[in-house]
């Protein structure tokens, strides 16, 4: 059993700069894609970043030039870094873990293991 756990989430004003993290625990392997999505009521989940093992990352075109995404392999963790934060990206961000093979620098595909995310709000 693979368990994600998110954290880092809150309320900041436009402009502002909030970090999530996301560590994971159980049996994960050396090799595996991890990626943020986030959600808003009434909407389609959206991929945000990938990362995999590689060190390959991608972005949705909505947060590049603001937002960082990096991992740490040893640790099972994956942190999104995020600047200028704008109203909409309010939303839920979930982590979400495809374990073995890479992301093939994208967010689309199937993921097995999902966190229980944790909430943005970005006041205007």
């Known amino acids: 059993q693979i368990n994600l756990s998110e954290s880092g989430g809150g309320s900041v004003q436009a402009g502002g700069s909030l970090t999530l993290s996301c560590a994971g625990t159980?049996?994960?392997?050396?090799?595996?894609?991890m990626a943020w999505f986030r959600q808003v009521p009434g909407k389609e989940r959206e991929g945000v970043a990938s990362?995999?093992?590689?060190?390959?990352?991608d972005y949705a075109d909505s947060v590049k030039g603001r937002f960082v995404v990096y991992g740490d392999s040893t640790r099972n963790t994956l942190t999104l870094q995020m600047n200028n934060l704008k109203p909409e990206d309010t939303g839920r961000y979930y982590c979400?873990?495809?374990?073995?093979?890479?992301?093939?620098?994208?967010?689309?595909?199937?993921?097995?293991?999902w966190g229980h995310g944790t909430q943005v709000i970005v006041a205007s």
């Open positions: 979400a873990l495809r374990n073995g093979g890479f992301c093939y620098r994208s967010i689309t595909g199937s993921f097995e293991f």
């Open positions: 159980g049996y994960i392997y050396s090799t595996r894609c």
């Open positions: 990362w995999d093992t590689l060190g390959a990352t």
